[in-house]
Structures are given as structure tokens and as C-alpha cells.
């Protein structure tokens, strides 16, 4: 059984532009979580799904953050119009059931 | 509200000493869980251990050990005889079944460095 995979590792971008990550759970996994997580802290929740609905969303998730995960496999968060904050490790878990999250590699963000 | 404090930023120690890493918790369910993972400078978080609110037996694998006491709200976890690939950033967290999204609430972590 694999783990939750997360794509790109490491993605650069200019401010302005708009970025897309990828996670694929574990398979059958019905719950998938996005968090972030800046330097020196701990993660942040961001979002969730159960199958393919998005069912809560934190403060943290402004309306240039968009996060879906169609038929209920892997999911995507795209954040537009990049800002400097938004520099951080995009850290994406999944979950049968609601217990045990595990995580994926992240993705870092860098944002000039 | 749910909250985790992790107080101690870093710790360094000799290879082959023992150290706790201190946890303490805030939450008013009365139904939570509590985790430890580690973050190796690769990044990706490794779960450790889940506990529940539920069961306060200390647990021990290999050379890590956890004690839980709701009493003081902590739930400490000790590396016995230490060893270099210990060395990682280390978290505790909370879930607790408010909202049903059972999302993780973490500490700012505790930075293991184990010296050769």
C-alpha cells in the first residue's frame, strides 16, 4: 500500500502568479486534509474532504485558495494570485474514517 | 478551543541519554485523541503514537514511551537511549470531534538534535 503522494516537491513562482498542487491519498482513504505549515510552527488546518465534498474550511483559507477533490481520489489546491505569505509548506493527509491522519511529503512554496 | 504547548523549543543531547519531550494539552471534550509525529529535515510528518481520551495506559515500542495523565493534561514521550537518526522536529497534537472534521491541532514542535 502506498502513502499519500504530493506533487510538485517544490514549486518557486513569482508574486502574482497562480500555483496547483496535487495529493493523492492512500487509496480507499475517504478523508483528506490540507494544511500549511510556515517555518519554525506547526501545521495549520486549511481544509477537508469526506469522499469528494468539501466540508470545512479554516480562517486561514482566503478567497484566493481553492481546493477540490473531484470523484473523491486525489485532490488539488490552487492558490491565485500569489502572495509572499503565502510561502510555506503545503502538507496534505488522509484518513479512513477520521482517525490516524498520515502525511504526504508537502510541498514547499516559495513565493519572490 | 483546543490548544497544545510544546515548551520546549530545542533540546540537544549525547547519544545514548534519555529524553522526555513535555506535551500539554487544552480542550473541553471530553472525547479527544492525542498524537506524536516526527519531522525529519526531509519534511514529512511520520506518525508515532495515537492515544485516546479514554485510555491512560502508558505505552512503550522499542525505545519510545509515552505517558499520559489527564490529571495534568500532558502527554509526554520519551527516547530512550538516543540516537542520531532521532534527531527530527517533533510534534504533538490534538483532535477532538467538535465539528466532525476531527482536523489535527499542533504544537510548534520540539527540536531534537542528538549529538554523536
Known amino acids: 500500500d502506498t502513502g499519500v503522494s504530493q506533487d510538485p516537491r517544490h514549486k518557486i513562482t513569482k508574486r502574482g502568479q497562480n500555483v496547483t498542487f496535487r495529493c493523492d491519498p492512500i487509496?480507499?482513504?475517504?478523508?483528506l486534509y490540507w494544511y500549511r505549515q510556515t517555518l519554525g510552527q506547526g501545521p495549520e488546518f486549511l481544509t477537508y474532504?469526506?469522499?469528494?465534498?468539501?466540508?470545512?474550511k479554516s480562517r486561514l483559507l482566503s478567497d484566493r485558495f481553492s481546493a477540490e477533490r473531484p470523484k473523491g481520489s486525489f485532490s488539488t489546491l490552487e492558490i491565485q494570485r500569489t502572495e509572499q505569505g503565502d510561502s510555506a509548506m503545503y502538507l496534505c493527509?488522509?484518513?479512513?474514517?477520521?482517525?490516524?491522519?498520515?502525511f504526504g511529503p508537502g510541498t514547499r512554496l516559495l513565493v519572490l | 478551543a483546543q490548544k497544545v504547548t510544546q515548551a520546549q523549543t530545542e533540546i540537544s543531547v549525547v547519544e545514548k541519554e534519555d529524553v522526555t519531550l513535555d506535551c500539554v494539552y487544552e480542550t473541553r471534550d471530553t472525547t479527544y485523541y492525542l498524537f506524536w509525529y516526527k519531522q525529519p529535515p526531509s519534511g514529512e510528518l511520520v506518525f508515532l503514537i495515537r492515544?485516546?481520551?479514554?485510555?491512560?495506559q502508558n505505552e512503550i515500542s522499542g525505545r519510545y514511551s509515552w505517558n499520559f495523565q489527564k490529571s495534568t493534561s500532558s502527554f509526554n514521550f520519551t527516547i530512550t537511549a538516543s540516537q542520531v537518526v532521532d534527531s527530527a522536529v517533533y510534534f504533538c497534537?490534538?483532535?477532538?470531534?467538535?465539528?466532525?472534521?476531527?482536523?489535527?491541532?499542533f504544537g510548534t514542535g520540539t527540536r531534537l538534535t542528538v549529538i554523536p
Open positions: 497534537a490534538l483532535s477532538a470531534d467538535q465539528t466532525g472534521a476531527n482536523n489535527l491541532f
Open positions: 487509496s480507499e482513504h475517504n478523508r
Open positions: 493527509a488522509s484518513t479512513l474514517g477520521g482517525e490516524t491522519q498520515y
Open positions: 492515544r485516546n481520551s479514554f485510555d491512560e
Open positions: 474532504f469526506q469522499n469528494e465534498a468539501q466540508l470545512e
